[in-house]
């Protein structure tokens, strides 16, 4: 991977003297702090998961529990095995696997009504959605995962490389425009989208070199 610094001339200024590791790098090497941003990041997301499949708050907080509880006991073992295969996909497959567990238990439990009401929700739960690239297409929850992770990185990259990105990544403004208004060539606005964008799959733990 490429360093986040750059040349004046092209409007990419230095930003960080280290390339950043990976969430997964980090995950795997136990960094208490990446775990920490791990939950930061992903907790609104796996609740979110928990909730819309069915569970009420107080269970949703048990099935939350025992989701990072996996993640912590196999996260050095996942891999991306096809091109579209990504952390968060990972974490829903985890999650939804967790809740059923839970309506499971609930069905063998000494409660007639209550067993055949937890195989109903069991038969509901949905598949889990495609996981898309950061953008306005993404589901409104993904949005706000996304928006976390963008507020974390931010300050690792120079201002006008992070305005070009948001110019065209987020606003959706045609490169040109934004060169033209940044003072930077076409390229270098591209360069930086990708930077920002490189980065940001780092940090949501989709991307490892």
């Known amino acids: 991977m490429s360093t986040l610094s750059g040349s ?12 950043p590791r990976s969430l997964l790098e980090r995950l795997r090497a136990d960094d208490a702090a990446a775990w920490d941003r791990l939950v930061r990041l992903y ?3 796996v609740l979110h998961w928990c ?24 996260v050095a073992d996942f891999r991306r095995e096809r091109p579209g295969d990504t952390f968060r996909g ?3 497959t985890i999650t939804r696997n967790k809740v059923r567990d839970h309506f499971r238990r609930r069905a063998r439990q000494p409660a007639g009504e209550g067993g055949t009401d937890a195989l109903r929700r069991l038969a509901r739960l949905p598949a889990p959605p495609p996981v898309e690239e950061a953008g306005a297409t993404s589901p409104p929850e993904e949005r706000g ?24 990544a987020v606003e959706g403004r045609p ?5 033209a208004e940044l003072g930077m060539t076409q390229g270098a606005v591209r360069v930086a989208k990708s930077r920002v964008l490189h980065r940001l ?9």
């Open 8 to 19: 004046a001339s092209n409007g990419l200024g230095p930003a960080s003297s280290r390339t």
């Open 43 to 45: 907790a609104p997301l």
């Open 51 to 74: 909730r819309r499949d069915g569970l009420q708050d107080e269970d949703a907080a048990d099935v939350f529990q025992e989701v990072f509880q996996a993640v912590a006991a196999h």
């Open 90 to 92: 990972w974490l829903r």
């Open 145 to 168: 995962l996304f928006a976390a992770a963008l507020g974390l990185i931010r300050l690792e990259f120079a201002p006008r490389t992070w305005q070009a990105f948001w110019a065209t």
């Open 175 to 179: 490169t040109k425009d934004v060169a």
């Open 201 to 209: 799959r780092q940090e949501l733990g989709d991307r490892e070199e």
